[in-house]
């Protein structure tokens, strides 16, 4: 069976459910992370959560990603660090909305990591019920108190933001503080990760597939592919040709290899879940 380079950083859950598919019909599946996150604007976010609530007029924060909350801890590990005054910098009355359960959990690490400080968040809503930034954007104005003046909350986003959630409070009565506190950008340890596991792997096939999941890291790695494989291009003459196969999560990802990056696609999936993806491989 062939191996299969999954282009993402695996789950923390092992498992990995990408892997176990694949494993599970005989392919040799290894996941090589394409992205990382890196903070931004901590000493604005340090500056607020200092200065607390009351003195931002802030009603709420709103939180859309487990990244966020991280960056949230990190500045809370300084301020307890550095030994600064809360004075009245309370943070644990302040409702705290976020997106799905995992953001939830999260931030409620974040309350047990500094079980006595204001600046860790008590009061966390939404989570489980609100598993999209639409779904809390309606449950934040189906349960805050939106009586007299506009309310307004922070709200800590990364560099990748659907307008939904702000066009729905916004027409409902919320006024948002957006500030990025994360951006994604390409793996610096990428070139290292793959050259590395290439080398270390021991392989029962010289035949692969890589699998790209988003047109963004699939332009990122590229060139550092074609480092260690020759990749299938739309212009090649013999479809059948070479040891190498292309495959992608979705139809937007499979245009951007064809059209921009000019690589053969032979396997796409009908949707981004591990068992259609198996399911394109095969058939292909």
Request: hydrophobic share 40%.
């Amino acid at each position: 069976m062939a191996n299969v380079l999954l282009l993402r950083a695996a789950s923390q859950d092992a498992p990995d459910k990408y892997e176990a598919a694949f494993r599970a019909q005989g392919y040799h599946p290894v996941s090589i992370p394409v992205l990382e996150t890196c903070p931004v604007n901590t000493s604005e976010l340090r500056r607020i959560i200092s200065r607390g609530p009351v003195s931002e007029r802030l009603s709420g924060v709103i939180l859309t990603s487990a990244r966020a909350v991280e960056v949230w801890k990190d500045v809370i590990e300084d301020l307890v660090r550095d030994g600064e005054d809360p004075g009245d910098a309370d943070w644990s009355r302040t409702p705290f909305y976020v997106v799905g359960e995992a953001t939830a959990t999260t931030l409620l690490d974040v309350s047990d990591a500094f079980p006595g400080s204001p600046y860790a968040p008590r009061n966390i809503c939404g989570g489980a019920q609100s598993g999209t930034s639409e779904k809390l954007a309606h449950h934040i104005l189906h349960h805050h108190p939106l009586e007299g003046p506009r309310p307004t909350f922070l709200y800590l986003t990364g560099d990748k933001n659907r307008d939904t959630l702000p066009s729905i409070l916004n027409a409902g009565g919320v006024d948002l503080k957006p500030l990025q506190v994360y951006e994604t950008r390409g793996s610096s340890t990428f070139a290292h990760d793959l050259r590395t596991t290439l080398e270390g792997l021991p392989l029962a096939s010289n035949q692969w597939w890589i699998v790209h999941f988003a047109p963004s890291s699939a332009n990122f790695v590229t060139p550092m592919i074609r480092e260690h494989f020759t990749l299938p291009s739309i212009d090649s003459a013999d479809q059948g040709a070479g040891n190498v196969r292309i495959a992608a999560i979705g139809p937007t990802t499979s245009t951007f290899l064809t059209d921009t990056l000019k690589l053969r696609v032979d396997a796409v999936a009908s949707k981004p879940s591990p068992e259609a993806l198996l399911d394109a491989i095969q058939k292909a």
